[in-house]
């Protein structure tokens, strides 16, 4: 498919969006209950679990007496993709996929207050639909916060890209990642405005840049805004037997 | 499994309730804990259902693909189960953790389906001898809470009635080749026939008793138990096989009335899981346009 198709004449996407427009974002903290966090998350029809163990005591020989390890993994399932996928984790994406989320998620939690001591951070994909990396860092966010680990500030991830070879597309979908040119994941700590992670797909012209990084991190902020008030409204759900309800709002 | 550490004291406490028919959750031993279940919640998937069983958490999403039959059965379909234990569940399963537990699991699966009076794989054939339906029966378990086996089979059994498969008419052309030709309407599709399904029960022995349905608590607490497979035909129940499982032994006599209980247990809740089919069914409306909870609820 050529690139000019991802934006119609009438500035609309293929599936109906606007080029600054995310898809929509539901999400839920806690819930399972045996690990420690745990959230869903859906961007569109990408749908993530995520879950959190520790702090706990690290292993012997991986312990590190200045700072938490963290300890990531990411698996899809085997449905989650149009084509089924032969195993669920282990391949070279998903090993790829694994030090990136370990990278973002050491820029966010304050590693220094848990010497000695290990987080788990596991990520299901249960259906991919593009922006799986940017979905598995919200979602993790989420299960982080639910499982009461200090964090910096908020980190979300938002992908962007090009179209028509000079309008930026914000949170790009499956079948515009693969019909259209490059793509940019950027995983930021929004209120910073920092950047924790970035990754680009393909070539493009680098006066581009700057104008897709915009939309990548403005996507950022949205997604914070939208974690933020789950996170406030989750609080006062679990809080008002205590009357917490009455205080975050 | 998830391991959970339990005091001798809160063993005998377990084993005494067990003993007195009142179980910690106030349950007798032929009682099951509350379920919930959806189908049709991944769209990639020809057909899918989430179980949750109190704590235990089951996706199941069936893929299904055109292969050529095996040539000793030309005339039959394939199925094939594959198990996969997220580390989501337990931190145990990380890496290649889970795959003993899988394993057993997918094999127990894939024996009590074996039987074509169970589940008939001549349906899944499209012309003998040159092609068939092979369906990938994908299990993830999300949240382990005792009692895999039984809420897996009853995933596997909604997801299964959930499949939709495309219609396809199959010619002989010249030189051997086949002509597949699918149907334009993409609600015209083939079903698969559920009432025969088997589905497992365990039936745990602590002490000196057996109970249904174990928390993962009960687990630990049981050197042994067995898994049964029943299929219900002509309003009876069938056996299609028997699974032992854990450390411990059985006399012959409890283990005589430990498959009656898992066979009895069995028939009510097929019976229940087919009205909550019929349900949902109908909740779903022709075309399957719904509102799908998920894990948002």
Known sequence: MANQDLLSDQGLRLDGRRAHELRRIRCKLGVFSQPDGSA????????VLAAVYGPHQAPGKKSNHSEVIVNCQYSMAVFSTG????????????????????????????????????????????????GNYCASVNAATLALIDAGICLKEYVCACTASLANGNVPLMDVSHLEEVSGGATLSVASLPSSNKIAFMEMSQRFHLDHLPKVLDHALQGCQQIMSILDKAVREHLALVGSASDWGNIAK | ???????????????????????????????????????????????????????????????????????????????????????????????????????????????????????????LCILPGQQCWKLYVDILILECGGNLFDAVSLAVKAALFNTKIPRVTAALM?????????????????????NQIPILVTVCKIG???????????????????????????????????????????????????????????????????????????????????????FLR
């Open chain 1, 40 to 47: 869903y998350l859906e961007q569109g029809n990408t749908k």
């Open chain 1, 83 to 130: 084509e089924r996928k032969n195993r669920p984790r282990g391949d070279r994406k998903s090993q790829e996929m694994t030090i990136h989320l370990q990278q973002t998620l050491r820029a966010a939690i304050k590693t220094e207050l848990y010497p000695r001591s290990q987080i788990d951070v596991f990520i299901e994909v249960l259906q991919a639909d593009g």
């Open chain 2, 1 to 123: 499994m998830a391991n959970i550490l339990l005091s001798d004291a809160e063993k005998t406490f377990i084993l005494h309730g067990v003993e007195e028919d009142f179980r910690c959750d106030g349950r007798t031993r032929r009682d099951y804990r509350p379920m919930e279940l959806e189908t049709g919640i991944v769209s990639h998937a020809s057909g899918s259902a989430r179980l949750r069983l109190a704590n235990t958490d089951i996706l199941v999403g069936i893929k299904t693909e055109i292969d050529v039959p095996s040539p000793y059965n030309i005339d039959k379909g394939k199925i094939e189960f594959f198990i996969d234990c997220s580390a989501n569940a337990t931190p145990e399963f990380e890496g290649r953790g889970g795959e003993e537990l899988a394993q057993e699991i997918s094999d127990t699966l894939a024996k009590s389906y074996q039987s074509g009076q169970a589940f008939d794989l001549r349906k």
């Open chain 2, 174 to 194: 010249d030189g051997g080749n086949v002509d597949l030709s699918l149907s334009d309407d993409p609600y015209d599709c083939n079903r698969i026939e559920i």
């Open chain 2, 208 to 294: 000196d008793s057996c109970v249904v349905d174990p928390s993962a608590e009960e687990e630990q607490c049981s050197a042994a138990s067995v898994v049964v497979g029943v299929s219900q035909r002509d309003n009876k129940s069938f056996l299609t096989n028997i699974h032992m499982c854990g450390v411990g032994s059985f006399h012959q006599e409890t283990l005589e009335s430990s498959v009656e209980l898992g066979l009895s247990a069995a028939e009510k809740l097929d019976e229940e899981l087919l009205i909550a089919l019929k349900l949902e069914e109908e909740r779903f409306g022709k075309y399957g346009k719904k509102e799908i909870f998920g």
